[in-house]
Structures are given as C-alpha cells and as structure tokens.
C-alpha cells in the first residue's frame, strides 16, 4: 500500500484532500484510472485476489503430515500435541480426499475423539464422532468413539445402541472382538439388563429475559444528528432493544482464540472452514452459517448399505437427524467469497468488513431481482471531516477492496467512479457506526496457597472479539455519562436502561470513553480521533465532579479539600461554565452538587461575575500551589509505581519493589487531590501485591482504599465499581469475612442494572463468589 500511496502524484493527493461526498466519483475514477496504469497495482491485486497465490487453501499433503505427527503424540501419550496436531491438519484437509477407502476428515475427526475422549473431554469427543458420521454414516469406528464418549457420560443406552451399530458396519473380526468386548462392560455394569432411558443430557442455557413493549422513536436532535428517544418512561434495568448484526467479523487478535461466527471461545473440537484454512468455529452450525451447506454433505450420507435391525435402524436415524438438524439454515454465507484467498487475512479488519457488507447487498439485490449496485445503509458518516491522509486510505482501500470483490463477483461489482464513490461513503460509515463485541474475561492473580488454598484476586476484563454493524443500534448517539448499557450474547447486541429513564429524554450510550475513566479533554481527543466528532454530550458540557478531580493537585493549606488544576484541564473546566451565564448557577448534576462545592466551593458560588478557573490555584480557598515542583514529585513516584506493575505482570517478586511503590504511594497522596485516579491505580497495584505474597488484609484494605476513589469517580453504581467489588469479594472469600456479603449484594446489584438476567451467561466465571464463608 505505501508504494501505491507515494507513486501518486501531488496534484491527485490535492484534489482528494479536497475532495466531499457530491465530487468523490471523480477523485475515485482518477485514482483507479491511475493505478490501472502501475504494474506493482496489479501484482498487488494478483497477489490478493488469485487462489493461485492463496496461503490459506486446502493442502492434502500438509493434512497427512499434521496427521502422521498427532498420530505419533498420540502412541507417545502426549495428548495436548495430538490435538493441536489433528486440529492442524482439519483445517488444511481437502472435504473430498479419501485415504485406505476412508474419508480422510472423517478419520481425522475419529483420531481427535480419540485424543478428546483420553482428555476427559467426553462431549467433546461425542461432536467428533457426530462430525465423521455427517461425512460417511458407515464408520464402524465413529460408532465405536460414540460409543464410548457416550459410556464416560454414562448414557449407557446410548452407548449400547452405538456400539451395536458399530458391530454391523465392522468388517474387521479383531474390530468385531474389541467392540463385543466393550459391550460386555457396559451391560456387566447392569446384570445384563437394558437401562433406563435417560432423561435430560444436556442442559440448554436458561436465558428468559424478555424484551419490554416500550416504544422507541429516531428523532433528529440540536447537535447531533440523528438520535433515540422513548416514549414512554423507563424503568431501571428495562431490556430496550436486541439486535442481530446486518455484518460481523471476529478480530484480527481473536481469530484463533474464537468462533469466527458467534465470537464465543473456541472450544477443544474446533471446526475449521470446509473451503480453506483460515477460519475456524466452535460447532457445525456456526461453520454453515458462515460458509453455507457443503453439497457433499447430502451425497454420501444415505448409503449405509448394512442390513440393521429396525431398532438400530431408527436409532441412527434419530442421531444422525439430530446432527443434521439446523444444516439448512436459509442465511446469508458471509465468509463463502473469502474462502481461499489473501486479502480477507491482509487487509484491516474494518475494510473486509466492508466486503461483507458489499457482498450481502449484491446477493440480496439478485434474490429481488434488482441490478446490482453497493447498498446505502443510510447511516452517518464523517468524510467531510477526516483529515487528508485518512481521505487518501479510504481512496485506496476501497479501490483494492473493490478490485479484488470483482475478482469474485465480475460484472456484479462494476468498477466506476460512481461504485468505488459509494465504498469509500461505506468505509467512513463502518469507521463512525461500526460497533466493537466485546466478552467479559476473568484474569485471577494467584498467590501462595493459604488454608483456603490459592489466594486468588478475580479481576474482570473486556475483550474485543470482533467487530459488527448493527443498523438500528447505530441511531443510538454517545455520551460519556451513558443512560444505557449495551453487550453481546453470542452475536446479539442487547441495549438496557441503567436507571430510570424519562419520556422524551435522549436514550445515550458510551462509544468508549466514559466520565470516571478519563478527564475531559481525552476522552474529546480519543472520540476527535476515532470518529471524528466533537463531544456534546452532558459530561463534557457541564461541571462534573469526576473531571474536576481526576487529574488534579491537593490543596496546600491542610484544612482545605479543594483542588488544583493544571492548564490543559483548567482549558476545558473553563470552556464548560457558559460565558453567558453570568449570575445564573451553574449546571452541575443534581447528585453531585454536594461533592463540586467540597472541591470547587469557588464554583459554586453565584457571584454575579464570570468565574475564571486559574492554572495552579484551589477552586475552593484560592491558595497557589507550585505544579512543577509537584510534577515532579509525581513523576519520580510514578516510576516506581510503574515498577512494580510490571513485576505483577512479569509474575517476578522483590520485596524492595514493594516497599519503594508503598514510599510512592504516600508521595502521590502528599501531592494529588484524594480523589486523583492515580493513586486509585497506586492503591490497586499495591493490593494486587499484597495478595500475591499472602498479605490479604493489607490487600484488602488497599482495595477497598482504591474502589472509594472510583466512586467518586465514576458513581457509585457504575459497572466499574461492580467489576472492581468482584476484586474484593474474591479477597474476603479468602480472608473468610462476612464482609464478603456486603460486596455480594452490591455485586448483584450493578450487574443485574445492567445486565438484568443475563448476568449468569456473561460471567459464567463468578459463579465462585457464591461460596459460603
Ligand atoms: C453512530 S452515529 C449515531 C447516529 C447519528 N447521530 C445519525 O444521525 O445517524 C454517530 C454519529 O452521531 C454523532 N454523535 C453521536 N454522539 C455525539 C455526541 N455526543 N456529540 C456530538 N455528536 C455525536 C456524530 O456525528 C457521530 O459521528
């Protein structure tokens, strides 16, 4: 790409520098007209867009060779390898290569059960099998895997059925004795007897949440654009809105922890894609969402050929229906054109997701019979104000984009000005509404094993696993004090209320930043530069108390709890007291305006005259305090803080680190406001040690010195707070404290505000904190 960008000549760089939206299909024809002319552009498209040069295709001999290895783990006992290895050669086996007279995916599906199966890993196993006898129904040995995963989960009827499916289709007599021999275990378990049928095997997930008939209205607002009201009031917690994604795709550091479809963890059976080797999934079902239905599936499997009885024959019926069930989903296959070649693993994330998009609109468009043009999804977007160089990168993505879909598409994608003009409008579109599914992740810290065994700290985090376009969820405008609470099941986004909202009033979530999380001018710049826009909403135009404290000094007179800004913060405060409002009281939130007068007393007062927030000087009693010396003060304690976070991350221990952060601690307090987010970060640090070396009450009280801090930061019934209680309560598990019930409750409390029922799907991890004292 940067050779393409610095052949391009300056006048073309000027004029898509100036380009807008109603002149963009002249700069988009000039620059493909250009890169038409270049050889290196067409070796670029070649490399990206022929199978020819793929490196993700299907490969025989590198499946025997991953199959030869796991073969060889296998015989030496070394299971974890055996599965990498069978899993490896999965992903690059031909579907339609047999080996000795077997189906060579089936085999390996057989092999993996075997690995799965001495794992302990029996359901696992069991979908193994399943896979195999979706390829090739007669598989003695699938049957025979089946049934013994089935045995391990002690469904011993089904494991009886099996394996005398397996007897019929064995041709083999030391096969035939090794079966029998089986059987007679299981029966021998029951004095020959059949036993009884089973009665729930697996237990479905519970999930009852209902969506709330609340009726919601797109309105176009003063600032904003666009945006969602309700109609009605809104109850704390209401589940408001649930979406499936128009397109979706896993990230790029995610693709082979998680399912390429639903984004959840991959399990051990991973199934990779049937058409190449790039995508993998966590089940059957996912893999033909995303690609669509193999015809080979149909083909093979009715041939049995084997006389069974009518029981058994009704037996493999019912199982291999089961395991046809759901194979004829009617659903858009979104990875089906990216199947064996480059660019979908070369390009960003966001522009394949483009691709997606662009190539659902093109087949839907043929099933209404309409001519094929790219979809205007009518969402918003920021072109007119991106900067030159992200004009340039749009231009050139959608013109490699494009190139590479009419590979694959032909005259179904036309490349004109008028076509690439309305992918570039796309790209800014994914850039401003695309939303990133995150899932929550515990990450324990475990120390040294006390009476209760491993002190553990059970932190909770987020991780980004893709990233999708949600039409109607993209009319919810952003505010960095959000009324409601999204997150994702599976690919479902979900939208809640956090508290009780009112008719009318504007339904806002955060696209990121958050008041609490960062001041005032950060979160500006971080929204400036990812969706460039300017923030409008309540946290950045009123006097919060989080902004006036994150970052800000203590007051040099002892008595004094007010605090002392530096200009870059003073700037933006001062830009929130409306130069006009001379005389009339501030608009500071209602709850806060407590907490403001203790800091900012200053501010609160209704003068007459115009306040002036001034660099370095308290906003409640006026006293001057010199920042660079405190700076730094500051700095020097944050190397030492520092020091020890990265020994908490390295896992490596010295006691004088320990103490030096404890010497920083107390220099960060004799410098920073009480509430300054750093020494929150301080304190949770120094917790996190304590509870590696087996100091749990020191580590709990600097927990809960850090989770007093974030309250004032973020309110005391942010999710941030609920997610930090999990923290604590893991350490007053340890410590044996009924304290531990306090927490609890607390926990329950902002998680069911924000996740309502789903809360034990999202942390299925925390189940732990409910163990008894
Ligand atoms: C996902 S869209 C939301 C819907 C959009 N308002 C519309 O008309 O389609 C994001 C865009 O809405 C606008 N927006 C959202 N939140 C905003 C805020 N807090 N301040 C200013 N503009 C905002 C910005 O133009 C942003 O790029």
Redesign the pocket.
């Known amino acids: 790409m940067e050779k393409l960008k610095s052949a391009i000549s300056q006048t073309l760089i000027l004029s898509i520098s100036q380009s807008n939206p109603p002149n963009l299909h002249n700069t988009c024809s000039s620059l493909h007209e250009f890169f038409n002319q270049l050889p290196q552009f067409h070796q670029m498209i070649e490399d990206l867009a022929h199978t020819n040069t793929s490196l993700c295709l299907k490969n025989e001999e590198s499946a025997l060779e991953f199959k030869l290895k796991g073969n060889n783990c296998l015989s030496n006992g070394d299971n974890s390898n055996a599965l990498r290895f069978y899993t490896q050669a999965l992903r690059v086996a031909p579907r339609d290569v047999d080996v000795m007279g077997k189906n060579l995916v089936a085999t390996l599906y057989v092999n993996r059960a075997a690995v799965l199966q001495k794992m302990g890993l029996f359901l696992e196993s069991l979908r193994d099998c399943n896979r195999a006898l979706a390829i090739c129904r007669s598989y003695s040995k699938a049957w025979y895997r089946r049934g013994k995963a089935n045995t391990s989960m002690q469904n011993y009827n089904d494991a009886v059925c099996d394996l005398k499916v397996s007897l019929c289709m064995e041709h083999s007599l030391s096969g035939k004795r090794q079966i029998e021999g089986e059987m007679k275990l299981i029966l021998g378990q029951n004095n020959g007897e059949d036993f009884p049928p089973n009665v729930i095997k697996c237990k479905e997930s519970d999930i009852h949440d209902q969506l709330q008939d609340i009726q919601l209205q797109c309105v176009?607002?003063e600032?904003?654009?666009?945006?969602m009201v309700s109609l009605t009031d809104i109850p704390q917690a209401t589940l408001l809105h649930a979406e499936e994604p128009y397109a979706a795709i896993v990230s790029k550091n995610c693709r082979e922890t998680h399912c390429h479809f639903c984004f959840n963890e991959l399990p051990a059976d991973i199934v990779p894609c049937s058409s190449c080797s790039m995508a993998l999934y966590c089940s059957q079902l996912c893999q033909i969402r995303a690609r669509g239905q193999d015809r080979q599936f149909h083909t093979k499997k009715h041939d049995i050929g084997f006389n069974l009885a009518s029981d058994l024959e009704n037996y493999v019926a019912s199982v291999t229906k089961a395991i046809d069930d759901g194979v004829n989903i009617k659903q858009h296959a979104e990875h089906k054109h990216e199947c064996g070649v480059n660019w979908p693993i070369a390009l960003p994330a966001e522009i394949v997701l483009g691709g997606r998009v662009i190539v659902k609109s093109i087949e839907q468009n043929k099933c209404f019979g309409e001519s094929s043009a790219i979809v205007n999804l009518e969402?918003?977007?920021?072109y007119l104000q991106l900067d030159p160089e992200a004009k340039l990168e749009l231009h050139i993505s959608s013109i490699v984009l494009m190139k590479c879909l009419h590979h694959c598409y032909g005259s179904n994608i036309p490349l004109t000005g008028d076509t690439i003009s309305q992918c570039v409008l796309l790209l800014s579109q994914i850039k401003?509404?695309s939303m990133a599914i995150v899932r929550m992740r515990s990450a324990d810290s475990i120390g040294p094993p006390s009476s209760a065994g491993n002190n553990t700290t059970s932190t909770v985090e987020q991780v980004r696993v893709g990233q999708a376009i949600y039409l109607a969820g993209?009319?919810?405008?952003?505010?960095?004090q959000p009324n409601i609470h999204t997150y994702f099941l599976s690919r479902t986004l979900y939208i809640r209320a956090i508290g009780f909202v009112t008719a009318g009033h504007p339904l806002?979530l955060s696209?990121g930043p958050q008041v609490g999380q960062w001041s005032c001018n950060n979160r500006q710049s971080s929204?400036k530069e990812q969706?460039?826009?300017?923030?409008?909403?309540t946290g950045?135009s009123q006097i919060n108390l989080s902004d006036l404290v994150i970052n800000s000094f203590r007051c040099t007179n002892k008595n004094c709890s007010g605090a002392v800004l530096d200009s870059s913060v003073a700037d933006y405060e001062q830009q929130k007291i409306n130069p006009f409002s001379c005389g009339l009281p501030l608009q500071v939130g209602r709850v806060q305006r407590d907490e403001v007068k203790k800091v900012a007393s200053f501010l609160c007062e209704e003068t007459g005259s115009t306040h002036r927030i001034k660099p370095g000087f308290c906003l409640s009693c006026g006293a001057f305090r010199d920042l660079e010396a405190s700076n730094a003060v500051v700095k020097k304690a944050e190397i030492c803080i520092g020091r020890l976070e990265g020994l908490l991350d390295s896992g490596e221990w010295h006691n004088a680190t320990l103490s030096n952060a404890l010497r920083s601690l107390d220099l960060l307090k004799s410098a920073l406001h009480p509430y300054n987010k750093k020494v929150a970060e301080a304190e949770d640090y120094i917790a996190q040690a304590f509870c590696l070396i087996g100091e749990l009450q020191r580590s709990r009280d600097h927990c809960q010195a850090s989770i007093k801090i974030l309250e004032k930061l973020y309110g005391d019934d942010n999710i941030v707070i609920g997610n930090e209680m999990v923290k604590l309560a893991s350490i007053q598990l340890f410590l044996g404290e009924h304290t531990v019930e306090e927490s609890r409750n607390r926990i329950s409390l902002v998680f069911s505000r924000h996740y309502g029922s789903h809360v034990d799907a999202i942390f299925p991890h925390l189940q732990f904190l409910n163990r008894s004292v």
């Not at 600032?223 to 945006?227: D, F, I, N, V």
């Open positions: 176009e607002t600032t904003k654009g666009r945006g969402l918003c977007h920021n401003v509404n993209s009319l919810y405008n952003h505010s960095c806002e696209y929204l969706y460039a826009f300017v923030c409008s909403c950045c």
